[in-house]
């Protein structure tokens, strides 16, 4: 089963666009009312709403090693990819990865 993603609020809309067009169950923070909401609280509502975390936020990779439970973080940095390689790269790990795979794991894109 692919990943579900759930997206942090700085996702551009280009790699939201991208993402659906390569078939991603992607959602924006702002989709679910999560806008300017803590990253303790977002990390939460992915849990519940059974998503991995997409981000380019290295505050999520603190909350990971402080030992915050978590689905799963799909991380890179801001400045590693184009629009089109991030857009591939989570493309791909959405369907490589399973869901167990994801639990508490950080997946370096």
């Known amino acids: 089963m692919p990943l579900s993603i759930l997206c942090d609020e700085h996702t551009s809309y280009a790699i ?14 702002q989709q679910v ?5 803590a990253d303790p609280t977002i990390l939460a509502a ?9 981000t ?17 973080i799909l991380y890179h940095h801001p400045l590693k990819y184009s629009i089109g390689a991030a857009i591939n790269a989570v ?3 959405c369907q ?13 894109l």
């Open 91 to 93: 493309a791909l790990a």
């Open 46 to 54: 992915a849990r519940q709403q059974g998503r991995v975390i997409y």
């Open 56 to 72: 380019r936020d290295s505050d999520f990779l603190r909350l990971n090693s402080s030992g915050v439970q978590h689905l799963g």
């Open 16 to 29: 939201m666009a991208g993402l659906h067009r390569q078939g991603v169950d992607a959602i924006v923070v």
């Open 33 to 37: 009312g999560l806008a300017a909401t």
């Open 96 to 108: 490589a990865l399973s869901m167990d795979e994801m639990q508490n794991r950080v997946e370096y």
